[in-house]
């Protein structure tokens, strides 16, 4: 039973978005462990993937989540996950195998209030940097974060996308705002809906090395099944998928991994604008907090202060290009998160001399559009 | 400037857990967003258990994309519940219209907000559903500012409900809270 | 023995890294045995391992291979079997893999009857770093981190995956390599359901020395004087089974597996 399965307009919660576009993007596979406030993701997948030929599967903590994604999405199948960021505390080890066996798979993170259990039905934007350095060891990851129940549905593709197209994993990162949240919805056709699936292996089968890449660096994918015998391995590898612990070896494995990303960065960076032209001041956020500092420019605007909004809605690999492009032009940067300045201290790394003040809110309630704008006027007022 | 002429219109609908805020807000949603073409939010806020405890759901509906998600200056506030007023009473403006389960909310202040009372709790029995109290107070929300058509509301319920007996009683549901403004 | 397993072996990457006596090679080699004894195709074999001695036995294997984490073999094959059904998955685990760290994951596939076959050789400690003690390490062993005995008691993980619910569970000793063949073998052909193949392994390089068990010879000498079929440790009291190796079907059921079950709630 899936939710929006013709095209149109529906009132959606967020993460029923997510589940629908996940089932639009092919995937076939769910392995998870229901926690707040992601859960609905879990549910949906258990009553729509049936329905497309696909498998459910609870497992019995977040560890054996991750893995039997990893382990179905070998098969050619395109799997995902959905948690929160002590799920994501579990997951961390085998994130990085996902990393190194170029397993493709999303994993969907709903924000809410940490450290700990924190508080486990409020929402938060506190996981920014545990989604990029959560696993050890040199690597990089690719995330986008939705700010409305339209991205939701828009990213979730989009980031099935990136992990096929990548062969990596994918966070698509909510909060529990924009999870939980229901808004207006536009589901487009199916045939409108750009799906990238997988390179295959071609040639002669026994001559296949599992690992050996193409010029966009990114290793055709056999499926465990096939008569090109694939081996995925999670320790220092050679293209033939042995192991090897040979120096030089490990760095350009490592650096591969690394570059096959970086490389496109620029297709990779998604984001919105918002009256950033004529603005003397900037807002960044992503998320639920861009929510606020749309009102908040508005208002302002209203008043006749130039303000933009830059929504970052790739997070990592982190947009230096475009922040310090959109920073340049700019006497102010205003940065309202629901965290104590994660995104704000990666943004300070490039916004030379130019004020950057972060707007911050802990005890998992929204910023409100006016949090934002006492902060700007007295800014202003200096 | 009459509701329906707006380009933004906010209510909240609070009450306590199991009263229907969270399905009587979607079918808003719905009847804003798929029956006449404009874009709906609604977020949620609840006590800690699912029942029995402070229940919210601000819904908020406009011509054009919703920037913020909660209201700020709620056009309409629906109170089911005596837990519920001292919760919204923050939220009651002077134009606030602030509709009343008399059966269920008797410490109000008289002088804030436009306040329509009526024993909801009784006309929901009547009709043969408790369940239907939301759906009585929405129709006569609707009827009363305009701000969605009521043949948006009567198609929202009607796709919500499969049983055939439940669309029955909300239908007769929109029926008496279309008759409450006479 | 009419059986060589020789294409299921990397030839090219022998001998096996293992230590001189261990007891790895034996299990690979009869695994190997019962895959072609049941005429397995290469394509249609996934090898998953951990990480451990015996996590390194997917190198030796020409088959389909995913080499994880440490303890996460069971769930990787878990996501392989459920969204490959036709596939023939195997994971290999050691004690610390999989009945240690991992030892969630195994009494929850046993419990829900994950379709995959698991073989795990048991030797009592972790071998590959060194030798520390590990959730099957019996009371007051010598290992690197227990040098004045173990305080604790070891799993007995055949019984205890019997008890999660699993329907095939078969214990025996790399001093029978026809048995572990034999039970191999047995698995591959019902086809359905979780099932368990614990080996009972030796490590002479840490375990035999810290233990002062003398050499492989020695502890497979010691295996055999203290292993008993599980028919005839029915009729003994707990005090004659003390220090006994229980050999034998602890399970022998033809419960449905979980892929039937699934496809069956589905459709309903």
Redesign the interface.
């Known amino acids: 039973m899936m939710f929006a399965s013709k095209e149109g307009r529906y009132f959606l919660q967020g993460n029923i978005a997510v589940g629908e576009a996940a089932i639009m993007s092919g995937a076939r596979f769910f392995a998870g462990y229901p926690i707040t406030p992601s859960s609905e993701i879990a549910e949906h997948a258990s009553v729509s993937l049936p329905d497309v030929g696909g498998t459910y599967i609870q497992m019995e903590d977040e560890i054996g989540s991750i893995a039997a994604v990893i382990g179905a999405s070998m098969t050619g199948v395109k799997a995902y996950t959905a948690t929160s960021g002590p799920g994501i505390s579990l997951m961390g080890e085998n994130i990085g195998l996902a990393c190194m066996v170029e397993a493709p798979c999303v994993i969907i993170t709903v924000q809410r209030a940490g450290p700990s259990t924190g508080l486990a039905t409020k929402p938060a934007q506190g996981d920014f940097l545990q989604i990029r350095h959560g696993t050890h060891g040199d690597h990089m990851i690719i995330a986008l974060s939705p700010a409305s129940v339209q991205e939701c549905f828009d990213l979730t593709i989009q980031a099935f996308n990136f992990s096929e197209r990548f062969r990596c994993p994918v966070f698509l990162v909510l909060d529990g705002i924009i999870g939980k949240m229901y808004e207006t919805v536009e589901i487009p056709k199916r045939d409108k809906i750009e799906i990238v699936n997988r390179k295959k292996a071609t040639g002669q089968p026994e001559k296949f090395q599992p690992y050996k890449t193409d010029e966009d660096l990114v290793p055709p994918f056999a499926p465990f099944g096939s008569s090109f015998i694939a081996r995925a391995n999670g320790s220092g590898h050679g293209i033939d998928g042995y192991p090897s612990a040979d120096a030089n070896n490990h760095e350009q494995l490592v650096y591969r991994l690394i570059n096959k990303i970086e490389r496109y960065k620029e297709e990779i960076s998604l984001f919105k604008k918002f009256n950033t032209s004529d603005a003397d001041i900037l807002m960044i956020s992503y998320g639920c907090s861009v929510r606020p500092a749309m009102a908040a420019m508005k208002k302002a605007r209203e008043e006749g202060i130039k303000v933009g909004v830059l929504q970052l809605q790739t997070l990592w690999p982190f947009p230096i290009d475009i922040i310090k492009s959109f920073i340049s032009k700019v006497r102010l940067v205003l940065i309202p998160e629901l965290s104590l300045g994660q995104l704000k201290s990666e943004i300070i790394k490039y916004s030379k001399d130019i004020p950057v003040i972060g707007i911050n809110k802990l005890g998992g309630i929204s910023i409100q559009p006016e949090d934002i704008l006492n902060v700007l006027y007295k800014e202003i007022a200096k | 400037m009459p509701y329906y002429e707006k380009d933004y219109f906010e209510i909240i609908i609070s009450g306590v857990g199991g009263q229907g805020n969270v399905s009587s807000?979607?079918i808003l949603?719905?009847a804003?967003?798929?029956y006449e073409?404009?874009?709906?939010?609604?977020?949620?806020t609840?006590g800690?258990e699912a029942r029995g405890t402070f229940a919210k759901s601000d819904v908020l509906i406009g011509k054009e994309?919703?920037?913020?998600?909660?209201c700020?200056h709620p056009d309409v506030i629906l109170v089911l519940h005596n837990k519920a007023y001292p919760k919204i009473k923050n939220k009651i403006f002077k134009d606030t219209i602030l509709v009343v389960n008399k059966n269920e909310v008797d410490q109000i202040d008289e002088n804030m907000g436009r306040i329509f009372s009526f024993p909801l709790s009784d006309i929901a029995f009547e009709i043969g559903s408790l369940q239907t109290i939301n759906i009585i107070a929405l129709a006569f929300i609707v009827g009363k500012t305009k701000f969605i058509k009521k043949s948006s509301l009567v198609n929202a319920v009607k796709n919500k409900y499969s049983n055939a007996k439940i669309k029955k009683l909300n239908m007769a549901a929109i029926e008496r809270g279309f008759w409450l403004l006479t | 023995m009419k059986y060589n397993g020789k294409k299921y072996i990397k030839k090219e990457l022998l001998p096996f890294f293992w230590c001189p006596g261990c007891g790895n090679g034996i299990i690979f080699a009869a695994m190997t045995r019962a895959m072609e004894e049941n005429n397995l195709k290469k394509k249609d074999i996934v090898a998953v391992t951990g990480i451990g001695c015996w996590g390194k036995a997917d190198d030796y294997l020409t088959t389909h291979a995913f080499h994880g984490t440490h303890g996460r073999a069971i769930p990787v094959a878990t996501g392989v079997k459920l969204a490959n059904p036709l596939l023939n998955v195997f994971a290999l685990v050691g004690d610390g893999d999989g009945a240690t760290i991992g030892g969630n994951h195994l009494i929850h596939a046993a419990r829900r009857n994950i379709d995959i076959i698991v073989v795990m050789s048991n030797n009592l400690n972790y071998g590959m770093t060194g030798g520390q003690y590990s959730g099957t390490t019996p009371y007051s062993s010598i290992t690197s981190t227990s040098r004045t005995g173990h305080v604790e008691d070891g799993f007995d993980v055949s019984s205890l995956v019997k008890s999660a619910g699993a329907g095939y569970v078969a214990k025996t000793t790399i001093a029978n390599p026809r048995m572990i063949q034999k039970f191999i073998s047995k698995a591959i052909k019902k086809k359905y359901g979780f099932r368990f193949i614990e080996i009972i392994s030796i490590c002479p390089t840490h375990y035999g020395k810290y233990n002062k068990m003398n050499n492989a010879v020695g502890m497979i000498k010691d295996i055999k004087q203290r292993t008993i079929n599980i028919k005839k440790a029915e009729q003994l009291s707990p005090k004659e089974l003390e220090n006994k190796i229980i050999v034998g079907e602890y399970n022998d059921q033809n419960i449905e597996g979980y892929i039937q079950r699934y496809r069956k709630k589905i459709n309903k």
């Open positions: 807000g979607i949603g719905e804003a967003s798929c073409n404009k874009f709906a939010t609604m977020t949620c609840y800690t994309f919703i920037d913020f998600y909660e700020q």
